[in-house]
């Protein structure tokens, strides 16, 4: 894959599509080197990244069930000293891919305010996995508490992707309680089989600023601002690359450009974070693990099950056999020696100088079921310190399947912790929608301004969206909601598509709306000659039911059934246009006013009464 901003001319092997390999001095994870902190620090900024560097190593380890808690050393009853491994799950790992599936999936839709942008970055998307990426870096941002998008460009063949960064490799440059302004990624690529630090700043300005491999690291620079900051230019954001040896030499390889307009006037990254206040560094631009205050809920987790595995393990019938029932074979020096069963096998064991009990068997009670109950307490403690709330992970309410609406009722928890990390993740995916339609704008492409941009999440696991659908069409027939609404909610279109096709729909669908009960009202509730028109509309069934009709002596009766005027639809297509057509049929055939044989008979109980 291309690395860098290439002009075309070369293509560079990157280690990793924005971090997602771990690559690093260690050769198994990747940290941000110490010479590209220093080159950074020359150029007057000062890194927040040192500051949470520890507790985001702390939770890498959770992530990864390595460190202390699971590899250590005991010491038996004679002092002899031996490696323990405890056994794992990856509770810290379970927790934050459940949450990477529950905020993203493949049904996600990103919506303009111009159909043109929807349809262009709905055919990006698939192109490129945008989504299935974008679940990672959820992922690893709940986990390290910070990752990021980034566009990268390559100029030459007209490109523009978005990678994606943890928090080990993003270096917020610029920022205040709104948020990052200004960043920077590192990250490790490999070109002419040398491994390289790419550092790429995404400014603010910075035009014309070119870093040569010549300069010393701060030559050049004031104790003041930096010499990247300070540039006249601030309407569009740029990208400034450069790149380090293994030494901390700058390298500067052919076809990778210094600085480059991507011409947008967003940032042209996004960070992405719980929705969780950071406490463990103040005033911090990085965010917090979902599971920073769940640590000892992972400890009890990985105990218990170490623990259940553990008895199993140790409960294993043994066999003590005597040694009549062996065979025996001569080792060479006259002497003779007992045929084991096998070296692996610990179940079979010889009673040596033994003839009776040829033999015994020994079976230990298991104890897995107090363990079980336990094993079951420790998680529901780390899904309700999660955010999933105490019955997600329960082992016990699993036995049957439930709906949407059963979860949605029974975990109201999960839902409002959702509902918070949406609101969050949308903002981030919005803006670097903006910036990368903005930078295939500057590569001349065609495409109109984007307006509002939001995105429309799959939450049909957890909420029975089916009945969503179904209660926004009874509101459409209701006329608290218009159809083009309805089709701009579910379907992600803009105003424009979404009244055209509500008006294709039908001849009364684009009608049906808060206009149409008024005009119904108007139309068929006079009655002429004071005569009383009473209407009520069945629901399911879209026929009309004769209300009680009668003229007054000499008054004016009029009645309206306006509490059975919603209609229900049955399950009809997701955009609604079969219930229009239904809707529009049934108001035709049956707001009439109502005549029949009972109106006769109540005008004559009515004179009876006035008679008596």
């Given at each position: 894959?291309?690395?860098?901003?290439?002009?075309?001319?070369?293509?560079?092997?990157?280690?990793?599509?924005?971090?997602?390999?771990?690559?690093?001095?260690?050769?198994?994870?990747?940290?941000?080197?110490?010479?590209?902190?220093?080159?950074l620090r020359s150029l007057g900024f000062s890194l927040p990244l040192e500051d949470m560097e520890p507790h985001i190593r702390a939770w890498d380890?959770?992530?990864?069930?390595?460190?202390?808690?699971?590899?250590?050393?005991?010491?038996?009853?004679?002092?002899?000293?031996?490696?323990?491994?405890?056994?794992?799950?990856?509770?810290?790992?379970?927790?934050?891919?459940?949450?990477?599936?529950?905020?993203?999936?493949?049904?996600?839709q990103v919506a303009c305010g111009d159909q043109a942008c929807t349809d262009w970055l709905a055919a990006w998307m698939a192109r490129t996995g945008f989504l299935a990426s974008a679940q990672e870096c959820v992922v690893r941002a709940f986990g390290l508490g910070t990752s990021a998008w980034a566009l990268w460009v390559d100029a030459g063949a007209g490109e523009v992707r978005v990678r994606r960064y943890d928090a080990r490799m993003?270096?917020?440059?610029?920022?205040?309680?709104?948020?990052?302004t200004?960043?920077?990624?590192?990250?490790?690529?490999?070109?002419?089989?040398?491994?390289?630090?790419?550092?790429?700043?995404?400014?603010?300005?910075?035009?014309?600023?070119?870093f040569s491999p010549g300069e010393s690291l701060g030559e050049g620079v004031g104790a003041g601002s930096s010499r990247l900051t300070d540039d006249a230019s601030e309407g569009t954001y740029r990208i400034?690359?450069?790149?380090?040896?293994?030494?901390?030499?700058?390298?500067?390889?052919?076809?990778?450009?210094?600085v480059y307009d991507t011409g947008s006037v967003w940032p042209t990254f996004s960070i992405v974070k719980p929705a969780i206040d950071n406490t463990r560094v103040d005033m911090s631009p990085y965010g917090q693990s979902v599971f920073a205050d769940a640590v000892d809920a992972i400890q009890a987790v990985d105990l218990c099950y170490d623990a259940l595995m553990s008895e199993i393990d140790n409960g294993k019938m043994r066999v003590f056999l005597s040694d009549v029932v062996f065979d025996v074979e001569r080792d060479g020096k006259g002497g003779r020696v007992s045929i084991p069963f096998g070296k692996a096998d610990c179940t079979v064991f010889r009673k040596v100088m033994s003839t009776e009990d040829t033999i015994h068997?020994?079976?230990?009670?298991?104890?897995?079921?107090?363990?079980?109950?336990?094993?079951?307490?420790?998680?529901?403690?780390?899904?309700?310190?999660?955010?999933?709330?105490?019955?997600?992970?329960?082992?016990?309410?699993?036995?049957?399947?439930?709906?949407?609406?059963?979860?949605?009722?029974?975990?109201?928890?999960l839902m409002r912790n959702i509902r918070r990390h949406e609101h969050a993740l949308e903002g981030a995916i919005a803006g670097i929608c903006r910036a990368l339609m903005a930078a295939e704008r500057r590569l001349g492409v065609e495409l109109p301004d984007e307006g509002l941009v939001r995105v429309t999440f799959d939450d049909s696991i957890i909420t029975d969206t089916t009945a969503?659908?179904?209660?926004?069409?009874?509101?459409?027939?209701?006329?608290?909601?218009?159809?083009?609404?309805?089709?701009?909610?579910?379907?992600?279109?803009d105003e424009r598509t979404a009244r055209r096709g509500a008006a294709r729909s039908g001849p009364s669908a684009a009608g049906l709306g808060r206009r149409r009960p008024d005009r119904a009202a108007a139309q068929y509730t006079a009655g002429a000659g004071g005569a009383a028109v009473g209407l009520a509309l069945a629901r399911g069934t879209g026929r009309a039911r004769a209300a009680r009709n009668g003229a007054g002596a000499g008054g004016l009766r009029t009645t309206l059934d306006a509490q059975r005027t919603a209609v229900a639809a049955p399950r009809m297509e997701a955009d609604?246009?079969?219930?229009?057509?239904?809707?529009?049929?049934?108001?035709?055939?049956?707001?009439?006013?109502?005549?029949?044989?009972?109106?006769?008979?109540?005008?004559?109980?009515?004179?009876?009464?006035?008679?008596?």
């Open positions: 894959m291309s690395f860098g901003l290439c002009d075309g001319r070369v293509q560079w092997a990157c280690s990793d599509e924005a971090g997602g390999g771990p690559m690093g001095v260690n050769e198994d994870e990747y940290w941000v080197p110490e010479h590209v902190r220093e080159w380890r959770w992530m990864r069930a390595l460190g202390d808690f699971y590899d250590y050393r005991d010491t038996d009853g004679v002092g002899r000293v031996y490696e323990v491994h405890r056994r794992s799950i990856h509770p810290a790992m379970r927790v934050c891919r459940e949450w990477g599936s529950l905020l993203l999936n493949d049904r996600t993003v270096v917020p440059l610029t920022w205040d309680e709104e948020g990052v200004e960043c920077a990624f590192v990250t490790r690529a490999f070109w002419r089989g040398r491994a390289v630090d790419q550092v790429q700043l995404h400014l603010k300005g910075a035009g014309g600023t070119f400034v690359t450069a790149c380090f040896d293994r030494d901390g030499n700058r390298v500067e390889p052919e076809g990778v450009c210094p068997e020994f079976a230990p009670t298991l104890r897995t079921e107090a363990q079980a109950r336990a094993f079951r307490v420790a998680l529901q403690t780390l899904g309700d310190l999660c955010g999933f709330g105490i019955n997600y992970f329960d082992l016990e309410n699993v036995g049957y399947v439930k709906t949407a609406t059963e979860v949605s009722a029974d975990n109201s928890a969503e659908k179904r209660q926004d069409m009874d509101e459409v027939a209701a006329g608290l909601l218009e159809p083009w609404e309805y089709r701009a909610k579910w379907r992600g279109e609604g246009s079969t219930f229009f057509s239904f809707f529009s049929s049934a108001v035709k055939a049956t707001l009439r006013p109502s005549t029949g044989p009972r109106a006769p008979r109540e005008a004559a109980g009515r004179e009876h009464v006035k008679n008596s």
